[in-house]
């Protein structure tokens, strides 16, 4: 079994400002990790993944994330947020490994609120 | 390069109704998926397959069907709508590898 915890529902950050959204996990195997964003009225888009070698891992639109096994933690940053960052944000997990079926667990979201 | 199609985009049901929504993908992808978007509750997994002719439930499947008689559609049917249906519905697919999932724009529907 596998699950996703986003403590955080919204996030308010002025514009310009860094930011941080939480992520943790539990699963009983390895996981792959994935942030999508989600703008109003869209569909999910990835935003970066994270399946093995550098914890740190780099996406689209200037954010990264950091996975830390002990903490079973993927936080997600950005050193300067502008207000086209304005969105709601997934955290999500999948077992890492082909084949079989394979379950990929969503977090609630956090809402991104870009403030001028 | 069309990805994840949905249809319809919206729908009003009444009651007791019945509806399937159509997902198609065109990336040859072995993996689909329904989920259904609530506020504050983020995506749950309705129904899934893991190839043409599997499907298997997910967290919340109870009152939808799901069918995957071709490798490029997947169906989710509701049989008799009831308003704790009225939901956002996103079909999503993925690679068999380590490939992240390609949502549809989603369905909104709501069950009056």
């Known amino acids: 079994a596998q699950s996703v915890t986003q403590l955080d529902s919204q996030v308010p950050v002025f514009e310009e400002a860094p930011v941080e959204l939480r992520c943790n996990y539990s699963?009983?195997?390895?996981?792959?990790l994935f942030w999508y964003v989600q703008y109003p009225n869209q569909g999910l888009q990835l935003l970066l993944k994270?399946?093995?070698?550098?914890?740190l891992v780099k996406g689209i639109n200037g954010f990264e994330a950091e996975f830390n096994k002990s903490q079973t933690s993927f936080h997600l940053r950005k050193p300067s947020v502008h207000i086209s960052d304005t969105a709601e944000y997934f955290c999500a997990v999948r077992p890492a490994f082909s084949g079989g079926y394979q379950k990929v667990t969503f977090g609630t979201g956090t809402k991104l609120q870009v403030i001028p | 390069n069309a990805g994840v199609t949905q249809t319809p985009k919206f729908r009003v049901l009444k009651t007791g109704q019945s509806m399937t929504l159509l997902c198609a993908q065109d990336m040859n992808h072995e993996y689909m998926y329904w989920y259904r978007q609530d506020p504050g509750m983020g995506l749950r997994l309705i129904h899934y397959s893991v190839g043409e002719g599997t499907t298997a439930k997910g967290e919340v499947p109870d009152g939808y069907n799901v069918s995957r008689l071709k490798k490029q559609n997947f169906l989710l049917g509701l049989e008799s709508a009831a308003p704790s249906q009225t939901s956002v519905y996103f079909c999503?697919?993925?690679?068999?590898?380590?490939?992240?999932?390609?949502f549809g724009n989603g369905t909104r529907l709501t069950v009056t």
């Open positions: 999503a697919s993925m690679a068999a590898n380590n490939s992240p999932l390609h």
């Open positions: 994270y399946l093995s070698g550098s914890t």
């Open positions: 699963s009983s195997v390895s996981v792959y």
